[in-house]
């Protein structure tokens, strides 16, 4: 069985920098294409990037970028999403997810997901 288990979050002010880790087990991580999600209160849960299987590809949603980047090591099988300049609309549960396709940046096609970690980001 996969396993996905995230770690990073916390409370930050805003402009404040965050690193999320995912560490996946269970299988090859370096078959799999990665995605951060999020869901904040009230709202679904919304794509916010991915990277391919062997680490090229790089998607983001236009809110985030040139503020967060997605990067993966496949010999520590971990997903990184390295969030700067954070802002108070960042504030969400952050998810890692797994696809058994080379990229996927839609919940649709994501396969597996660990069980989040709080970001909170104060004015």
């Known amino acids: 069985q996969v396993q996905l288990v995230e770690s990073g979050g916390g409370l930050v002010q805003a402009g404040d920098s965050l690193r999320l880790s995912c560490v996946v087990s269970?299988?090859?991580?370096?078959?799999?294409?990665m995605g951060w999600f999020r869901q904040a209160p009230g709202k679904e849960r919304e794509f916010v990037a991915a990277i391919s299987w062997i680490g090229g590809s790089p998607y983001y949603t236009d809110s985030v970028k040139g503020r967060f980047a997605i990067s993966r090591d496949n010999a520590k099988n971990t997903l990184y999403l390295q969030m700067n300049s954070l802002k108070p609309e960042d504030t969400a549960v952050y998810y890692c997810?797994?696809?058994?396709?080379?990229?996927?940046?839609?919940?649709?096609?994501?396969?597996?997901w660990g069980k989040g970690t709080l970001v909170t980001v104060s004015s």
């Open positions: 997810a797994a696809s058994v396709r080379a990229l996927c940046v839609m919940r649709a096609c994501m396969d597996y």
């Open positions: 269970g299988r090859t991580f370096s078959s799999y294409g």
